[in-house]
């Protein structure tokens, strides 16, 4: 007579405060809380340092170590959710392939590309383990990073005469910057303008919450305002018109509502005519250049770190100021393919469960960081940056939601059985 077959128990649900004592757990969480903020509140260094590096070495131990542990403690939970998640494997592929790549790249180390791709796949399985276990914590995450990220708008924009920066091209132009890693009007506009988009979707409780949460918002519209990045304002008006198109909540709409009201007060003040001087930009001619380098090396692409040119008449530039086509470029179309896959699923289940406030949150990001991709914001393979905010954290959010559905089948099966 055959045994029966029994299956082996699934892993129990991630929790920050059964899987870590609490010293462990508040580190981590701090860790995470850095990684949004200190993008705009680490010491810049010298002309000679990378701006991020105090920001990159402190993220070293209050971001990656624990994370690290919490991995290793759990791996067999971790490694259960990996062989039931197809984007996890997306990933994975997309991690392999971008580090091979790194063998006939012209530039770079592949000792450093790899490290590149761990702290990614560091980075999503812990922020989506977060967002599954502990969605209360994550919710209150992004809530006080924004907050954070609101409050070094205020110092830039109120310092921002006085400063001495590596480039005084920005005061000329009178167009704000922020400090540490974003020290560039564009970067620092998309920071802020994800930080919008996260904020707007937040719903908080006391009336001292909703005052912070309205400050924090305007400050932060204020400061993406005055970057006059044409980018940022059009992700963040599609995120928006997306909300008030598609939320279910009267209080959600109402926001996207002012915001966009906001916006065609700004327009009506003169910003049509800043745009329209501006005009495209040269971005018909660099993504003609950037379609002939992905025609040149079709299948493998340059490699992972590799540096290259475009050039239109005097001006150079050192990327295709669009994410999908320096994918492409950089590992050629399988690597740029499994990108497209990856983010398509993002999209499709930040649609799948907008009826929910972090649903909601990754659907309006999806969009922010869609729009944002077509015109600047390329580099993903790097160490954290603005381009993670847009990239890595929709993907951590949508790994969560998935894992969270997961746990709650679980647990009415064994209610069922029981």
């Known amino acids: 007579m055959k045994e029966p077959i029994v299956e082996s128990p699934p892993e129990r649900p991630f929790r920050l405060q059964s899987d870590l004592p609490k010293w462990g757990y508040r580190w981590l969480l701090l860790g995470m809380w850095w990684l949004l903020v200190g993008l705009a509140a680490s010491p810049v260094g010298n002309k000679v340092w990378n701006p991020g ?19 290793l403690k759990r791996h067999r939970a971790f490694g259960q959710r990996i062989a039931q998640s197809v984007d996890v494997w997306l990933l994975l592929v997309f991690l392999a392939w971008s580090s091979v790549s790194s063998l006939w790249a012209n530039y770079g180390h592949i000792g450093d590309n790899l490290f590149v791709a761990v702290y990614v796949l560091l980075f999503v399985l ?11 914590w994550f919710r209150h995450l992004l809530f006080w990073g924004a907050v954070g990220l609101a409050l070094s708008a205020l110092g830039a924009e109120v310092t921002f005469p006085w400063r001495i920066l590596h480039t005084n091209m920005w005061q000329e132009q009178g167009r704000l910057v922020s400090f540490g890693s974003l020290d560039n009007p564009n970067l620092a506009g998309f920071a802020y303008g994800a930080a919008i988009v996260w904020l707007a979707q937040t719903t908080v409780r006391g009336r001292w919450m909703h005052a912070l949460q309205i400050v924090s918002l305007l400050m932060l519209a204020i400061f993406v305002v005055t970057t006059y990045s044409r980018a940022a304002w059009l ?23 002012v915001i966009l009201a906001i916006a065609a007060l700004a327009i009506g003040l003169g910003g049509w005519h800043y ?31 590799s540096h290259y040119e475009i050039q239109i008449g005097d001006l150079n530039w050192s990327h295709s100021h669009n994410a999908f086509t320096h994918n492409a470029i950089m590992l ?20 799948l469960f907008r009826h929910i406030g972090t649903g909601r949150c990754l659907l309006a990001l999806w969009v922010f960081s869609t729009v944002a991709f077509q015109f600047d914001a390329p580099e993903l393979m790097q160490k954290p940056s603005v ?7 929709p993907l951590a959010i949508s790994m969560g939601l998935a894992w969270r559905v997961q746990n709650i089948r679980h647990r009415r099966r064994q209610e069922v059985r029981a």
């Open 275 to 305: 745009v329209e001087q501006r005009g495209m930009s040269y971005r018909p001619q660099i993504f003609q250049q950037a379609w002939d380098l992905i025609r040149a090396h079709p299948w493998h692409g340059l490699g992972m770190g």
């Open 387 to 393: 381009e993670w905010l847009m990239g890595w954290l």
């Open 235 to 257: 992700a963040v008006l599609a995120a928006q018109i997306c909300m008030l198109l598609t939320a279910r909540h009267g209080h959600v709409k109402l926001r996207a509502l």
């Open 53 to 71: 590096k105090p920001y990159h070495d402190s993220l070293l131990v209050l971001f990656m170590a624990p994370a690290l542990w919490w991995v």
């Open 332 to 351: 050629g179309l399988p690597g740029g393919l499994l990108w497209v896959a990856m983010w398509l699923i993002v999209g499709w289940r930040g649609w």
């Open 126 to 136: 812990t922020w989506a383990a977060v967002a599954a276990g502990n969605p209360q």
